[in-house]
Nanobody
Framework: QVQLVESGGGLVQAGGSLRLSCVVSGTYFSIRDMAWYRQAPGKERELVAGISFGGITNYADSVKDRFTILRDNAKKTVYLQMNSLKPEDTAVYYC?????????????WGQGTQVTVSS
């Protein structure tokens, strides 16, 4: 079984910064792609940023040049550095990973962490 534990959410004023962390534990062969999603009230869950096993990143247009996704394979952790936060960034942020098991690749979600940006 694989567990994802997120931390770092909270309340911040517009223009501020937060750093989210997601630590992976459990039994698996290797961690492949890692990503952060978010879901605001009344909206669908959307991809915020992703990072491949090889370190290639991609971002939603709405967060480019403000957010940075990083991974530390030794610590089995993915981070989301969020700068210049805006009220529209308010959402529950979820960590998502692909984990390679001996016979197949499986996808896991974290429990979510609330980010609230006040104007």
């Amino acid at each position: 079984q694989v567990q994802l534990v997120e931390s770092g959410g909270g309340l911040v004023q517009a223009g501020g910064s937060l750093r989210l962390s997601c630590v992976v534990s459990g039994t698996y062969f290797s961690i492949r792609d890692m990503a952060w999603y978010r879901q605001a009230p009344g909206k669908e869950r959307e991809l915020v940023a992703g990072i491949s096993f090889g370190g290639i990143t991609n971002y939603a247009d709405s967060v480019k040049d403000r957010f940075t996704i990083l991974r530390d394979n030794a610590k089995k952790t993915v981070y989301l550095q969020m700068n210049s936060l805006k009220p529209e960034d308010t959402a529950v942020y979820y960590c998502n990973i692909d984990v390679k098991q001996p016979l197949r690749t499986m996808n896991y979600w974290g429990q979510g962490t609330q980010v609230t940006v006040s104007s």
